[in-house]
């Protein structure tokens, strides 16, 4: 049989395979039975430079010819079959919509500051404190007038507080203002219920001021305590405990005299630094957090005014009969003194790379 014969009956062989395929997996085999490396047609190619010079053509030019054929016929096949072989799979399948996505979206989290709220409200929950919400629209009333701030205290000024228009008169009880603290749900509580009463109020509050420390919204938890025999070493222990809680076991705390309008006695409240030994740090160094002075004020606290009690005295507030304390937590400060965050607006930039190393 001559070469040319031969290569005739290897394209007829490959066509006929070919047609005669019924997957993709067989037409690849048929692809390498007859255009491999080892198939008979490219070694017939791969031999013609040995052939006699006026035999080397018309071989040449056949098997060429054979292999260009075989490809084509074995590329409109492949389409073909995965069309196939893609719809049969379409019929076939079933798509369960109730598989977990793959891969799995992220999961979210709490914001730094919903978390710290909800620790410290943990904290006065276990001692027996009940959360309460109230309006971050309050009345000039609940917000000054009923927690003894004097008429000519710098508070009320338009400078410090954001007031509802159209605020005519900034003296009036019945002027609407955005709460600059959760305290007027004090005297509100203590009108609904009589005494005893322990109470926190956690919520967002208002005031013109924007800073590395300061923003014009903030998180505030106040806290009230009233009863019989409630004394300052109640506020101490309550607070120690809170501390303590919050800080770690070791920490102590302090209190030192102030002055809010509210409360009498005052006092600032400071904790042991957590971050150093009495002001130096473990590279000895002084302490970045307390400046040196082992001490960070966290809250400012004190015991009912009598002043305050008076507003509610008809629901058995009298001054004469229960005393009580109160105290003012800023979340935001408690969360960047936990974590060390530098900068309060960090904590509203919703920038995630910073969020996450909180997760």
């Given at each position: 049989m001559s070469l040319a014969d031969r290569i005739e009956q290897l394209k007829a062989g490959g066509q006929a395979a070919i047609a005669a395929a019924t997957s993709t997996a067989a037409l690849d085999q048929v692809r390498i039975q007859f255009l491999g490396r080892?198939?008979?047609?490219?070694?017939l190619l791969r031999g013609v430079a040995q052939l006699a010079p006026e035999q080397r053509g018309a071989v040449g030019k056949?098997?060429?010819?054979a292999r260009r054929q075989l490809e084509q016929a074995i590329e409109q096949k492949l389409e073909q079959l995965a069309a196939a072989e893609l719809q049969q799979r379409l019929e076939q399948d079933k798509l369960d919509i109730t598989l977990p996505a793959d891969p799995l979206p992220a999961l979210g989290r709490l914001h730094l500051i919903t978390r710290t709220r909800r620790e410290i409200e943990d904290v006065f929950v276990g001692l027996g404190f009940k959360v309460v919400e109230?309006?971050?629209v309050e009345r000039v009333y609940y917000n000054f007038d009923a927690l003894n701030v004097a008429p000519t205290h710098?508070?009320?000024?338009?400078t410090d507080t954001f007031y509802v228009e159209p605020a005519t008169d900034l003296f009036d009880p019945q002027t609407q203002l955005l709460?600059?603290?959760?305290?007027?749900m004090q005297i509100r509580a203590m009108e609904s219920q009589p005494p005893p009463i322990f109470l926190i109020v956690p919520g967002r509050v208002y005031r013109p001021d924007s800073d590395a420390t300061h923003t014009p919204q903030f998180h505030q938890i106040e806290g009230l305590?009233?009863?019989?025999d409630i004394t300052l070493a109640d506020l101490k222990g309550t607070l120690e405990t809170f501390a303590r809680a919050i800080f770690g076991p070791e920490r102590e705390i302090r209190l030192r005299p102030h002055f809010f309008p509210f409360t009498e006695p005052s006092v600032e409240v400071d904790v042991s630094c957590?971050?150093?030994c009495g002001g130096i740090t473990a590279d000895g160094e002084r302490c970045p957090l307390c400046k040196g002075t082992a001490w960070i004020e966290i809250l400012g606290a004190g015991m009912v005014d009598p002043n305050v009690l008076h507003h509610v005295k008809h629901n058995g507030y009298s001054p004469e009969q229960v005393q009580g304390f109160a105290f003012g937590i800023g979340i935001e400060r408690i969360a960047m003194l936990k974590h060390g965050v530098p900068d309060l607006r960090l904590l509203y930039d919703n920038d995630v790379r910073f969020l996450e190393q909180f997760a």
């Open positions: 080892r198939a008979e047609l490219p070694n056949a098997a060429n010819e109230g309006p971050e710098p508070s009320r000024l338009t709460r600059v603290h959760t305290s007027p305590a009233i009863d019989e957590f971050n150093c």
